[in-house]
């Protein structure tokens, strides 16, 4: 197997940790990922969209939504979204100013 399938192969698998562990831990709200990391699901779910457009791929918003959240999103927000404290809001404009 050459480096660049290997690479391929690696990142795949990253990728695929990272999807399961965020799917695991629905404490964590997207505001929170976004202040900290500057994303969230929406944004992973957006890039693989955006990585299926590239190779010719159909994928819809909402098909890639559920790859990331392992469910529809509408159903992903009704069981595990919460409302956004005044503090993760302030924190949110604080980083979204920073950058």
């Not at 695929?16 to 695991?24: C, F, K, Q």
């Not at 990922?33 to 159909?58: H, P, T, V």
């Amino acid at each position: 197997m050459s480096d660049v399938d290997n690479k391929t192969e690696l990142e795949a698998a990253a990728f695929r940790r990272l999807v399961s562990h965020l799917r695991e831990r629905t404490d964590v709200q997207n505001i929170d990922l976004m202040i900290l990391g500057g994303f969230c699901r929406n944004c992973l779910s957006r890039w693989y969209q955006e990585a299926a457009d590239e190779k010719g791929i159909e994928l819809t918003k909402e098909d890639a939504r559920e790859i990331v959240y392992g469910m529809p999103y509408s159903e992903w927000k009704t069981r595990h979204q919460t409302e956004a404290s005044p503090a993760q809001k302030e924190a949110f404009e604080a980083a979204e100013t920073a950058n």
